[in-house]
């Protein structure tokens, strides 16, 4: 794969809006989980979730759009206008035939298609919005991005549950490696503490129900864990070629250099429990990028704090770097904020990228017992000093997808 640029960061997250309180935030390890106000959640089985606070001092998006759209694309507006001004693109000079954009979710806009569903079964099919149709579809955000900016080159959503934005953004780079697009907004967003998504969430199984400890639910690779907690959010980057950004004289964040996806197929919910899959994403990647394990200085895990992904996921990790794996440094940010499920990849890319800006690991937190299964160096608790100029990204979905990104300092 020929280098692909990052040139513009657009982060919405429990942890922060605007990259510089997100990182101040992750690199304290300041949880942002805590128990669902939103709405009675006191009888499902998980009540816990990161959630995005002051959107709408960020917010780009008028208030007629607003009755329009579910808030998983109100996110994505917000973060695609941040990562453009990031950029410092220059939309009215751009050739907008060629710019794409590559989105991704898990579950769509259920906000707004939960009110409408309620509204119909009290008031009848005249009480549900017109709109309806369009807000909660999962390539909704890619379209009023699209309305908004008159972007009209090649674009496509994804749907690969929690690995749907780091899929996003691969096919982005790719897109852009084929000539296809001069520049794309890569990324997810996701919206899922609503009453149905939540309940859709709780019978996966996967959901910490430590409800009286939101702050410290989220511990993967600990022997107490017992799953994840969700989130809100999204992020957007700017992909360019590198010689484009080169040549425009943009400040780049790192690059993309390499891609490798891989699935189990074992069962529709659980990953195999040998790794071998997920260590062969990570081999194809690393093949794409033309590096050796030993070559990498930090891994940005997928987290998902049940035993099966935490155990599978350091197996694959052995199997590839063997003696290596000692000596690197891993860690899974995620814990501090949720699991932004179909968001997670690109506040995972976004959250390594300025990792290697600042040459600091950001934590994992609530690992205090850590289960003697999972022996890797996860940066427990508190943020590490390191020079950081290759990474990866791991994220895994439901049904053994295995998605595995490689990110070079520029």
Not at 89 to 95: F, I, M, Q, S
Not at 202 to 210: A, F, K, P, Q
Not at 269 to 288: E, K, M
Not at 379 to 392: F, H
């Amino acid at each position: 794969m020929n280098k692909i640029a990052i040139t513009g960061l657009g982060v919405i997250s429990p942890s922060g809006i605007d990259k510089r309180k997100f990182w101040k935030n992750i690199k304290e390890g300041n949880s942002a989980v805590e128990k669902i106000t939103r709405f009675d959640a006191s009888k499902y089985k998980s009540h816990l979730a990161g959630h995005v606070h002051e959107l709408d001092a960020y917010s780009n998006v008028s208030s007629r759009l607003l009755k329009k759209i579910d808030l998983f694309a109100h996110m994505a507006m917000v973060a695609s206008e941040m990562a453009i001004q990031d950029s410092h693109l220059k939309l009215e000079e751009e050739n907008l035939n060629r710019a794409g954009i590559f989105m991704g979710n898990a579950i769509g806009g259920w906000l707004y298609g939960e009110t409408e569903l309620r509204d119909l079964y009290i008031e009848g099919r005249e009480g549900v919005s017109p709109f309806m149709a369009s807000a909660w579809f999962p390539a909704a955000p890619q379209g009023q991005v699209s309305i908004h900016y008159g972007l009209k080159g090649y674009s496509k959503t994804v749907v690969a549950d929690r690995a749907s934005s780091l899929m996003a953004i691969a096919y982005g780079a790719r897109t852009l490696n084929r000539g296809k697009n001069d520049f794309i907004l890569a990324g997810g967003m996701e919206a899922p503490v609503t009453p149905y998504a939540l309940l859709c969430c709780n019978t996966s199984g996967m959901l910490s129900e430590n409800n009286d400890n939101p702050k410290t639910a989220y511990c993967p690779y600990d022997k107490k864990r017992d799953g994840f907690a969700i989130a809100e959010g999204a992020g957007v980057i700017i992909l360019e070629a590198q010689e484009r950004a080169l040549k425009r004289k943009a400040r780049v964040y790192g690059y993309i250099t390499g891609f490798g996806t891989t699935t189990d197929g074992v069962d529709r919910i659980d990953p195999a429990d040998d790794g071998i899959q997920l260590a062969n994403s990570i081999r194809i990647a690393l093949d794409n990028a033309n590096l050796k394990p030993t070559d990498i200085d930090y891994i940005c895990l997928d987290g998902a704090a049940t035993p099966l992904g935490d155990i599978t996921e350091t197996k694959a990790i052995k199997q590839v770097f063997n003696g290596h794996s000692k000596s690197l440094v891993c860690s899974a940010p995620k814990s501090i904020y949720g699991n932004l499920l179909g968001a997670t990849g690109a506040v995972d890319v976004i959250t390594t990228l300025l990792a290697m800006r600042y040459n600091t690991v950001p934590p994992t937190i609530n690992l205090n017992d850590p289960d003697p299964e999972c022996d890797l160096n996860y940066c427990t608790n508190v943020a590490q000093e390191k020079e950081i100029n290759r990474a990866l990204v791991i994220n895994r979905g439901r049904g053994g997808i295995n998605c595995v990104l490689v990110l070079e300092k520029s």
